[in-house]
């Protein structure tokens, strides 16, 4: 660089520095909540972090092998509008007076072609209805959502052979869209009709049931996004938080097949939730998990949400962790299927294992979580049992030597 290019920058940032404000930048970090992957962390699992059939949002739009799904996109919409009954400019509308939330949600929107609010806009839109009609079909009846059965989506067919593969990719972090563009949407819909509007807690059912969690839904106010929302169904909220002891380095926790060795027994626990893990008197009580062809990517996300997102808490990466330290080998993944905790759909329990083992690479267990706390005490309960076995043992060879003695003693 030479002296006017120098000069250049210290301008430049002379100028930067006289409009910058801590107070509207903090704001804009609040707002955000989807975030582009760092290079580093796709390195290892790309393809669990780039949408293969459907883009949603700005950073995948336009790739030439999503084009089938985004040109299909337009019909979806006609569908959404001609049962609705509103215009189009309805809709518009009241996009562009929500688009100022919007945006912000985004990383890195600033140099794009995405600041043009009006471009900004349809892709909201269009992606919003297409969304919207994928929470809202139901996969045991998908002709009941109005399209023919001889649709590539929204069709007995298209359920069985197209939804899997889109509904892997809504699950990605860089392809969310707002939950508060769905919200919108319903309320244009609603309109002056009769037809009730969904409520916020209403909206996040519709991502729970998406997600596998049927009817059941805790979360009043609106989530971020489908992975948000995906998030807080997998989680427990806790009545009381525990106490967390003083930080203490944890050695890893041995393995199931080496639970089993020391005297511990494994048990299902009442929920599915992730949070449901607790060990009391020898017994490990963990909550089911179904091992599929979505589950690297989806804990994968979650994981990079926790990553990125401040303040969002880390339980889906504790968890993963641990589920990593007890599974090792294929017969820590059988012993937890005989016990009704893992149940693979990959074809094998090395493949289960394989997923745990790889997707935490670098990626360590807080030991001062609530797991890092079960670790610790399993851990301790063993080392017990490892002490508590030869003293056993010397005392029985004790008792068995005495009388012995006693007899060669005697005769002498």
């Known amino acids: 660089m030479d002296i006017v290019g120098q000069q250049s920058w210290i301008t430049k940032i002379e100028e930067l520095v006289k409009t910058f404000n801590p107070e509207k930048e903090e704001e804009r970090w609040k707002k955000m909540s989807i975030y582009q992957i760092p290079e580093f962390s796709k390195e290892l699992k790309e393809k669990a972090f780039t949408p293969q059939v459907a883009s949603f949002g700005p950073y995948h739009y336009g790739k030439h092998n999503l084009k089938l799904i985004e040109d299909y996109k337009q019909k979806v919409l006609l569908h959404f509008l001609k049962r609705a009954g509103k215009p189009l400019r309805d809709f518009v509308k009241a996009m562009e007076d929500t688009v100022e939330d919007l945006?912000?949600?985004?990383?890195?929107?600033?140099?794009?072609?995405?600041?043009?609010?009006?471009?900004?806009?349809?892709?909201?839109?269009?992606?919003?209805?297409?969304m919207l009609e994928i929470l809202r079909l139901n996969p045991d009846k998908p002709g009941d959502s109005g399209y023919t059965d001889h649709d590539p989506i929204f069709s007995v067919h298209g359920a069985h052979h197209k939804l899997p593969y889109i509904k892997r990719d809504m699950l990605m972090l860089?392809?969310?869209?707002?939950?508060l563009v769905l919200k919108v949407l319903l309320q244009v819909e609603a309109g002056q009709t009769t037809k009730p509007l969904l409520s916020d807690k209403e909206i996040n059912r519709l991502v729970f049931k998406f997600c596998g969690q049927g009817g059941r839904c805790?979360?009043?106010?609106?989530?971020?996004?489908?992975?948000?929302?995906?998030?807080?169904?997998?989680?427990?909220r806790p009545h009381g938080?525990?106490?967390?002891?003083?930080?203490?380095?944890?050695?890893?926790?041995?393995?199931?097949?080496?639970?089993?060795?020391?005297g511990v027994r494994f048990k299902k626990s009442g929920t599915n939730y992730i949070t449901d893990i607790s060990f009391d008197k020898g017994i490990l009580t963990l909550p089911s998990i179904v091992?599929?062809?979505?589950?690297?990517?989806?804990?994968?996300?979650?994981?990079?949400?926790?990553?990125?997102?401040v303040g969002v808490g880390n339980e889906i990466t504790s968890y993963v962790c641990f589920m990593n330290e007890l599974v090792d080998t294929a017969m820590d993944v059988h012993l937890l299927h005989a016990n009704h905790i893992i149940h693979s759909a990959?074809?094998?329990?090395?493949?289960?294992?394989?997923?745990?083992?790889?997707i935490t690479k670098?990626?360590?267990?807080?030991?001062?979580?609530?797991?890092?706390?079960?670790?610790?005490?399993?851990?301790?309960?063993?080392?017990?049992?490892?002490?508590?076995?030869?003293?056993?043992?010397?005392?029985?060879?004790?008792?068995?030597l005495v009388p012995a003695i006693l007899h060669i003693v005697y005769k002498l």
Not at 243 to 258: C, N, R, S, V
Not at 291 to 309: R, S, Y
Request: aromatic residues 8%.
């Open 291 to 309: 091992v599929d062809d979505i589950t690297e990517c989806m804990l994968l996300n979650l994981m990079a949400f926790e990553h990125l997102h």
């Open 241 to 262: 938080s525990r106490i967390a002891p003083p930080y203490y380095e944890g050695e890893p926790m041995f393995t199931a097949a080496q639970l089993r060795e020391s």
């Open 174 to 179: 860089e392809n969310q869209i707002p939950l």
């Open 218 to 236: 805790h979360v009043e106010t609106l989530g971020l996004h489908v992975l948000d929302v995906c998030r807080q169904s997998m989680i427990q």
């Open 103 to 130: 945006q912000p949600c985004y990383q890195g929107l600033q140099d794009t072609q995405w600041k043009d609010k009006y471009k900004f806009v349809r892709l909201m839109i269009s992606d919003g209805c297409f």
């Open 362 to 400: 670098d990626i360590i267990l807080d030991p001062n979580s609530d797991l890092g706390i079960v670790r610790e005490e399993v851990n301790r309960y063993c080392k017990k049992r490892h002490v508590k076995w030869p003293a056993l043992a010397l005392a029985f060879a004790t008792v068995l």
């Open 346 to 358: 990959l074809g094998s329990n090395k493949a289960v294992a394989e997923l745990f083992n790889s």
